[in-house]
């Protein structure tokens, strides 16, 4: 275990001045009590206002988006993790994504008057307070990692839950946060992975009945920054990238949709809007002989990311007078990526700012 004497109550500044978004990601998406439960230990801390909650049941996961003071939020991401973790047993849970706690993921996002690396402060202090109180491992990830290799989330969950085990075992791949022997806690709840990020975007995108997650797989290999790994007649392998920078993405197959998924997350969205992320996921689908029939957002997007696609989608190079107004570009997104192709999509509850 790292120690770092710090503790949750810090002096970030004036508080009314700064605001944090906080998105955990639950191992649960199936039983709403639990669901409801765990938001409404979120909610009851002052100042924290919930601006989604998303779920999935196949994923068996749901994504929390929560905002406030950097004080509130601490308190609230705290609750969260230990009302999970009573809820959630990860001997018998299970879904379609990947996973190695109750709460699996709980990144802190700067979105005023404080930096990326107050927030990675924020988490590590957390992730600390989550040790020390409730005995739960915390990896740290993206801005807030004390080892280069753990920026990465992929590397920190690798092996996912059922390694747990030997991970603690081992000095090398233990927790930054946790014990030297897999306890009871750590077997009930799992790890949690605690960090600081910029905003991202989190989409599925859809594709038509009969397409196989193997073929999503290959799809999501295709465009990931990551790319693929092939292995050469001589038996060396060689890595090579896909085409969108900073994406990184899974593929699946959704049972309570009945459809195969190309899973992505968008780290970039100044490098890969949306729009583009759209396109290139339907260019590399049509070379495996699938099609995308739509797009899934999980949490928020920002208002921006719609009107840049409305104008990529019309035409436009920028808005002028006399063309359309900023709601009808956000309609013409969701109409040309087809957001609404599994349910509604309410521009006033899903978009940011």
Known sequence: MICVERRIRH???????????????????????????IARSLSEVPGIRILDISSGEAANRTVITFTGDPEAVAEAAFRGVKTAARLIDMRRQHGTHPRIGATDVLPFIPVSG?????????ARNTAERIYRELGIPCYCYEAAAFRPERKRLEVCRHGEYESLERKIADPEQRPDFGPDSFTETAAGAGATITGARNFLIAVNFNLAKGCSAATASEIARDVRESGRVVTEKDGTRRRIPGTLKGCKAIGWHIEEYGIAQVSMNITDIGAVPLHKAYAEVCRAAEAWGAHVTGTEIIGLVPKKCLLDAGLYFTGQKKP?????????LMAEAVRAMRLDDLGPFDLKAKVLG
């Open 320 to 328: 002028a007078a006399g063309d359309l107004t900023e709601d009808e």
């Open 11 to 37: 002096t970030y500044g004036t508080m009314a001045d700064k605001t944090v978004e906080c998105v955990p990601n639950f191992s649960e998406g199936r039983d709403k009590c639990k669901i409801r439960e």
């Open 114 to 122: 404080i930096t990326l690396e107050e927030c990675a402060e924020m």
